[in-house]
């Protein structure tokens, strides 16, 4: 039980550390500058596109979507691989998600960026 309980942990921090460097890869750091310009070219300017300005400018934004992604992935291979309950991964993916997004965002946030 302990080690169940402290691989969730570890998995949880390893997701916020995942999230919060993904996310400052696609707005900020200069390895996502082809990144930025590729979702400019197919959606518009951030000031005119919503998908845009989340996705390039907006960390807060962006952590939600990457948080959702990563946290999709590791439920889904919790079910498939480690047989865990479908259901309990379905219930637990939207906290998880908002959960992630927050502490990547205030990580993000210490870093001034």
Known sequence: MV??????????IVIILATARMSRVMTTDRI????????VRHFGEPG???????LTI??????????LAFNTYVLAGSV??????WRIAVLSLPP???ATSYAAS????????
């Open 58 to 67: 907006c960390n807060w934004c962006n952590t939600f979507w990457t948080g």
């Open 80 to 85: 498939w691989l480690a047989d865990f309950d």
């Open 48 to 54: 005119d596109s919503k998908l845009t300005y989340m």
């Open 106 to 113: 205030r990580l993000l946030d210490q870093e001034g960026i």
């Open 3 to 12: 080690n169940q309980v402290f691989l969730a942990v570890a998995a949880m």
């Open 32 to 39: 996502g500058e082809g990144f930025r310009e590729s979702v």
């Open 96 to 98: 998880l998600t908002l």
